[in-house]
């Protein structure tokens, strides 16, 4: 992707310019950012939606406000899990679409110039007329699309953020709106994180959001550590080291055994140090973690795969890079040369050419034959 060319996407500027002076910063109203919809063979149609909300392994939630009463519903649910079209005021989210549909899919790769180590997935918001999820905030950032129909946003960089109590959705308990849109088809509203924001549809409507991750601190911190300390073996105690084992040989008889030592304080403290001091160990970690498939998804091995003209990666694939590894779908593997330059471009572009295979070293054609039948790319015809 060129990151200096003015994008409709984005209102006419530059992926490099919005970086720059939006991202994390200020909202972005973009009429008319999606215009080809019928090239990308979307939206996709409600009853698509719905058979989709029924599957297993796909997270979908239907929200209803009766009488000023939220509720929420978490699927599969089943198209007579849904209320009736004429009903007011409900809300399904299908999450990670992207995963299942490979238009929309195409579509989220249009947001690309964000690392992919941030982007997360979209999802789709289909409301009845009146309906929403009420007014709240995000931790992270997100576009929303419109895709069907109209939805009327109103927005407030507020700094009062307060919940309501007792309710099963995180819905804010102070709102005063300082901005307000109608968005069209095709018309996209970008906000920050923590931006507080309430869309309400105006008869029937579907909204795309593209969402992006915003790894907590310590839930990330644990994972590391989680992986870090996996690098040990295979932990049975006859097979490690003396020197990786706690001694104590001027250990007094102690009053209070409840009292944990300071020498082994220490020990614990020098573990660490000596895990993260590792060459490339952090970097090797985080890589695996953020490539790592979510929880409900899963790869349908080739039985017979085609010989390897080009290769593209399957859309539920994550893949990315760093100065030494290459990762893909939690796995890490050492790189240098012409082949890790070729795994970089397949990293960022998902595909390589008939002529980006034929260069390809026999590890690295190996390496790719094994990912095709493992279901985690794809040999399709040059």
Same mark, same amino acid.
Not at 227 to 250: H, I, Q, V
Not at 306 to 311: F, I, K
Not at 340 to 359: E, I, K, T, W, Y
């Given at each position: ?41 979307? &939206? ?25 009463? $939220? ?20 809300? +399904?989210?299908v ?12 579509? +989220? ?40 129909g109209?939805?009327? $946003? ?8 307060? +919940? ?33 924001h ?25 994972d ?16 490690? &080291? ?18 944990? &030592? ?30 790592? &498939? ?6 349908e ?35 240098a ?20 295979v ?15 039948e493992?279901? $985690? ?6």
């Amino acid at each position: 992707m060129d990151i200096e060319q003015a994008l409709p996407l984005l209102g006419g500027i530059s992926p490099a310019q919005f970086m720059r002076k939006y991202w994390q910063k200020k909202p972005l109203l973009v009429r008319g950012a999606v215009t080809d919809w019928k090239a990308l063979d979307l &939206p996709l149609p409600r009853a698509e939606l719905f058979a989709l909300a029924g599957e297993e392994g796909v997270e979908s939630r239907l929200i209803q406000n009766r009488g000023g009463e $939220w509720s929420v519903k978490h699927g599969p649910l089943g198209r007579k899990a849904l209320p009736a079209l004429k009903t007011r005021e409900w809300t +399904l989210l299908v999450q990670g679409v992207d995963l299942h549909r490979p238009a929309v899919h195409q579509l +989220l790769q249009r947001f690309a110039f964000v690392p992919a180590a941030r982007l997360d997935d979209l999802m789709i918001s289909y409301a009845s007329d009146g309906g929403g999820v009420g007014p709240h905030f995000d931790s992270y950032d997100v576009f929303l699309l419109q895709a069907h129909g109209q939805r009327r $946003w109103r927005i407030a960089k507020q700094k009062q953020l307060a +919940l309501k109590e007792g309710i099963p959705l995180k819905i804010l308990a102070d709102f005063e709106p300082e901005e307000e849109y109608l968005l069209e088809p095709g018309d996209m509203l970008y906000l920050p994180p923590r931006y507080a924001h309430d869309g309400v549809a105006e008869g029937e409507c579907m909204t795309y959001s593209i969402g992006f991750r915003a790894p907590a601190q310590h839930e990330l911190a644990g994972d590391l550590l989680a992986r870090l300390s996996d690098d040990d073996g295979d932990g049975e105690p006859g097979a490690l &080291p003396a020197s990786a084992l706690y001694k104590d040989p001027k250990q007094p008889a102690v009053a209070n055994p409840g009292e944990i &030592p300071a020498d082994m304080l220490d020990f614990a403290r020098q573990a660490l140090e000596k895990k993260l001091a590792e060459p490339l160990a952090l970097a090797r970690a985080l890589g695996e973690s953020l490539t790592e &498939p979510k929880f409900n998804v899963w790869f349908e091995p080739e039985d017979s795969p085609r010989m390897l003209e080009a290769v593209e990666l399957d859309r539920r694939t994550r893949m990315m890079y760093d100065e030494h590894h290459v990762f893909i779908n939690g796995e890490s593997y050492r790189a240098a040369g012409r082949d890790f330059a070729l795994m970089r471009r397949l990293a960022d572009q998902r595909r390589l050419s008939r002529s980006d295979v034929s260069g390809a070293s026999d590890d690295a054609l190996s390496l790719l034959s094994q990912w095709c039948e493992d279901g $985690w790319a794809h040999a399709v015809p040059a």
